[in-house]
C-alpha cells in the first residue's frame, strides 16, 4: 500500500514537472507573455506601432530594414538586442561585423524607445522593442498579424565575431542553411518560410555578384539587368529581392519558379528536391505562407533567451547600462 502511495506521489511530482517545464516556468526557457507590460506599460506595443507607422510612412523600404534587424538579433547570442549596442574603445560590435554593415533602422529603433522611456523609464526591454518593430513592419507592409510574446531581457555582450559564423552569408546552399536552421530547432519548412522575408527589401551587388555566374539557374533577362547594375555601381549596386519589395506577398516565391532568386541562398530553394515543393506550396498559396511565417517568427524571436542577471533593461539601446 505504501509503494502505490510513494509511486502515485512521484508520479504526480513528475506531472508537475512537466507541466512547469511546457509552460516554460522551470529549465531553461525563460516565461514569456503576451501581457507581460499588461501592468507596468499597458500601452507599449500601441507605442511601439504608432512610431513604426510614421517611419513606415515617410520611407515604405524600411519594413525590411526592421524585419533583418530582428533576424540578426535574434540568431547572434540569441534575442538580446546586442545588434543595437555601438562599438566602443576596445571593442568592435556586432553591429560593425561586415554582415552587419549594411543594417537599417536603428534610428527608428532609438525613437521608440525614447518614447517608451519618457512613459515607462526602465520598463519595456529593447530585444521586446525589436521583436514589435519587426511584426508591425511586417503587417504594415500587409503581411501577416502574430501576437509576439515579450519579457526578453537585453544582452550586455556585443563582439563583431559572435556574428562570422551566426549569420548566414549570400552563397549557402540548402543543405549548408539547413544545417544552421536545424541547430537552432528550425525545421525544413520553418526555414523556407522565414527566406520568404526577402519578399521585402534589397540586397546590393556585394552579395549577389556571385549569383551572375548561375546562368543555368538564372533568368538571362534579370541576369543582364543585374549586370548592368554592378558595372555601373560595383559593389554598392543595389536590387530588390522581389518586384513589390515593399510588399509582404508570395512574389518572392513566384520568383524563385522563374529562376529570378536575387541570392544563391534564394535560388537554392527552389533548385534543391528538399524544398522546392515547399517553394511551390508558398508560390501558390499565400495563406499558407503567411501561417508558417508566423510559426517560424514565433521560434524565431524567442531563440536563446537571457533569464534574470544574465540580462537588463537598457535605458539607450545603444549602450549597456553599466558602461
Ligand atoms: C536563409 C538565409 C538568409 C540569407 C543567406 C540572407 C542573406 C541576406 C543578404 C545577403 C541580404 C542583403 C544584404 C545587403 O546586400 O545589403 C539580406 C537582406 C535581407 N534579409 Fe536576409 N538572409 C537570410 C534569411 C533571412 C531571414 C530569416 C529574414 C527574416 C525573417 C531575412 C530578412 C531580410 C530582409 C528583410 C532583407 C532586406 C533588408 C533591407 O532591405 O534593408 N533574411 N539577407
Same mark, same amino acid.
Given at each position: 500500500m505504501?509503494?502505490?502511495?510513494?509511486s502515485?506521489?512521484? @508520479?504526480?511530482v513528475?506531472?508537475l514537472?512537466?507541466?512547469?517545464v511546457?509552460?516554460?516556468?522551470l529549465?531553461g526557457?525563460?516565461?514569456? =507573455?503576451? $501581457?507581460?507590460? &499588461?501592468?507596468?506599460?499597458?500601452?507599449? *506595443?500601441?507605442m511601439?506601432?504608432? /512610431? /513604426?507607422?510614421?517611419?513606415l510612412? #515617410?520611407?515604405?523600404?524600411?519594413a525590411? =530594414?526592421l524585419?533583418?534587424?530582428?533576424?540578426h538579433?535574434?540568431? /547572434?547570442?540569441g534575442?538580446?538586442?546586442?545588434?543595437?549596442i555601438?562599438?566602443a574603445?576596445g571593442n568592435t560590435?556586432e #553591429?560593425?561585423? +561586415?554582415? @552587419?554593415?549594411?543594417?537599417?533602422?536603428? *534610428?527608428?529603433i532609438?525613437r521608440i524607445?525614447?518614447l517608451? *522611456?519618457?512613459? !515607462?523609464? &526602465?520598463?519595456? =526591454?529593447?530585444a521586446d522593442?525589436?521583436?514589435?518593430?519587426?511584426r508591425?513592419a /511586417?503587417l504594415?507592409a %500587409?503581411?501577416?498579424?502574430y &501576437?509576439v510574446?515579450l519579457?526578453r531581457r537585453?544582452?550586455t555582450?556585443?563582439?563583431?565575431?559572435?556574428?562570422?559564423?551566426a549569420l548566414?552569408?549570400?552563397?549557402?546552399n540548402?543543405?549548408?542553411?539547413?544545417?544552421?536552421?536545424?541547430?537552432?530547432?528550425?525545421?525544413?519548412?520553418?526555414?523556407?518560410?522565414?527566406?520568404g522575408?526577402?519578399?521585402?527589401g534589397?540586397?546590393h551587388?556585394?552579395?549577389? #555578384?556571385g549569383?551572375?555566374?548561375?546562368t543555368?539557374?538564372l533568368d538571362?533577362?534579370?541576369?543582364?539587368?543585374?549586370?548592368?547594375? !554592378?558595372?555601373a555601381?560595383?559593389?554598392?549596386?543595389v536590387?530588390?529581392f522581389?518586384?513589390t519589395s515593399?510588399s509582404f $506577398?508570395?512574389v518572392?516565391?513566384?520568383?524563385l +519558379?522563374?529562376?529570378?532568386?536575387?541570392?544563391?541562398?534564394?535560388?537554392?530553394?527552389?533548385?534543391?528536391?528538399?524544398?522546392?515543393?515547399?517553394? @511551390?506550396?508558398?508560390?501558390?498559396? +499565400?495563406?499558407?505562407?503567411f501561417y508558417?511565417?508566423q +510559426?517560424?517568427?514565433l521560434?524565431?524571436?524567442?531563440?536563446d533567451?537571457k533569464?534574470?542577471d544574465?540580462?537588463e533593461? %537598457?535605458h539607450t539601446?545603444?549602450?549597456i @547600462?553599466? =558602461?
Open positions: 505504501a509503494k502505490t502511495t510513494m502515485a506521489a512521484k @508520479n504526480l513528475r506531472l514537472v512537466l507541466v512547469q511546457s509552460l516554460g516556468l529549465g526557457v525563460a516565461a514569456l =507573455s503576451f $501581457d507581460y507590460y &499588461g501592468m507596468t506599460c499597458p500601452f507599449a *506595443e500601441m511601439v506601432r504608432s /512610431v /513604426v507607422y510614421d517611419a510612412m #515617410k520611407d515604405p523600404t524600411l525590411g =530594414s524585419l533583418r534587424l530582428h533576424f538579433d535574434c540568431f /547572434v547570442q534575442c538580446d538586442a546586442s545588434v543595437l555601438d562599438s574603445d560590435a #553591429k560593425d561585423a +561586415q554582415a @552587419n554593415l549594411t543594417l537599417r533602422g536603428f *534610428e527608428v532609438d524607445k525614447e517608451l *522611456e519618457s512613459q !515607462c523609464p &526602465g520598463v519595456v =526591454s529593447c522593442v525589436l521583436a514589435l518593430a519587426a508591425d /511586417v504594415l %500587409r503581411g501577416p498579424y &501576437g510574446p519579457g537585453d544582452g555582450r556585443s563582439v563583431d565575431s559572435d556574428t562570422f559564423t548566414p552569408p549570400a552563397f549557402f540548402v543543405t549548408m542553411l539547413m544545417k544552421l536552421f536545424g541547430s537552432h530547432g528550425f525545421t525544413v519548412q520553418d526555414m523556407v518560410a522565414l527566406s522575408g526577402h519578399t521585402l534589397v540586397a551587388c556585394a552579395n549577389f #555578384k549569383r551572375l555566374a548561375e543555368d539557374t538571362a533577362a534579370l541576369g543582364s539587368s543585374l549586370g548592368a547594375t !554592378c558595372t555601381n560595383g559593389d554598392a549596386g536590387a530588390t522581389d518586384r515593399t $506577398d508570395t518572392y516565391f513566384r520568383e +519558379q522563374m529562376r529570378r532568386g536575387l541570392l544563391s541562398s534564394d535560388q537554392t530553394l527552389f533548385e534543391s528536391p528538399e524544398t522546392r515543393g515547399i517553394v @511551390n506550396m508558398f508560390a501558390m498559396n +499565400q495563406a499558407y505562407f508558417a511565417f +510559426q517560424g517568427m521560434k524565431m524571436g524567442q531563440l533567451l533569464e534574470g544574465d540580462g533593461i %537598457r539601446c545603444r549602450v @547600462n553599466s =558602461s
